[in-house]
Nanobody, 116 residues
Framework: QVQLVESGGGLVQPGGSLRLSCAAS????????INWYRQAPGKEREWVAV???????NYADSLNGRFTITRDNVRNTVYLQMNSLKPEDTAVYYC??????????WGQGTQVTVSS
């Protein structure tokens, strides 16, 4: 059974940083592409970043280089380092795993609130 568990969300002031984690189990992590998505209240879920199984990373243009996705294949964990946070980054952040066979899995999400 595939499980994705996000953690690291919370309340942070504008300009602050958070690091989200997505811990995976039940999947061959090294051959899995991991995406981060987010969904703000009243908005559609939007794609944030990807770390592909081949090691390529990419980010939504709107982030302007503030976020960094990294992977630890020993701990089966992907991280999303978020810097210079803005109120508009407030959302529930979701981890999405796409296995090499194409199956996709979602975590339960972690809330990030950026507010003074």
């Amino acid at each position: 059974q595939v499980q994705l568990v996000e953690s690291g969300g919370g309340l942070v002031q504008p300009g602050g940083s958070l690091r989200l984690s997505c811990a995976a189990s039940g999947i061959i992590f090294s051959t899995t592409t991991i995406n981060w998505y987010r969904q703000a209240p009243g908005k559609e879920r939007e794609w944030v970043a990807v770390d592909t199984r081949s090691g390529v990373t990419n980010y939504a243009d709107s982030l302007n280089g503030r976020f960094t996705i990294t992977r630890d294949n020993v701990r089966n964990t992907v991280y999303l380092q978020m810097n210079s946070l803005k109120p508009e980054d407030t959302a529930v952040y979701y981890c999405n795993a796409v296995a090499i066979a194409g199956n996709a899995y979602w975590g339960q999400g972690t809330q990030v609130t950026v507010s003074s």
